[in-house]
């Protein structure tokens, strides 16, 4: 059974950084596409960035230039490295993994950029 656990999350001032990671446990990691997504009060849950199975990478528009994606196959862990962070940046952010059955889902981890 796979499960996603992400971590990282926390209270972060405008304009500092977080890393987020998420922890892979019951399927071969790295072979599928890993991602974020984010969902603010109120909102619908939307994507932030991708990785494929070869490192390719995608980013929604919002987050170019500050968030970087990134895994380790070692560790069996999905990064998401954030910086420059604003204020609607904040929200619970999700991992997930794409396989070709289904897609799985972290539980997610709170971020809050406040002063």
């Known amino acids: 059974q796979v499960q996603l656990v992400e971590s990282g999350g926390g209270l972060v001032q405008p304009g500092g950084s977080l890393r987020l990671s998420c922890a892979a446990s019951?399927?071969?990691?790295?072979?599928?596409?890993m991602g974020w997504y984010r969902q603010a009060p109120g909102k619908q849950r939307d994507f932030v960035a991708f990785?494929?199975?070869?490192?390719?990478?995608n980013y929604a528009d919002s987050v170019k230039g500050r968030f970087t994606i990134s895994k380790d196959n070692a560790k069996n862990t999905l990064y998401l490295q954030m910086n420059s962070l604003k204020p609607d940046d904040t929200g619970v952010y999700y991992c997930?993994?794409?396989?070709?059955?289904?897609?799985?889902w972290g539980q997610g981890t709170q971020v809050t950029v406040s002063s």
């Open positions: 990785i494929t199975s070869g490192s390719i990478t």
């Open positions: 019951g399927s071969i990691f790295g072979i599928y596409t």
């Open positions: 997930y993994e794409h396989t070709p059955a289904v897609r799985y």
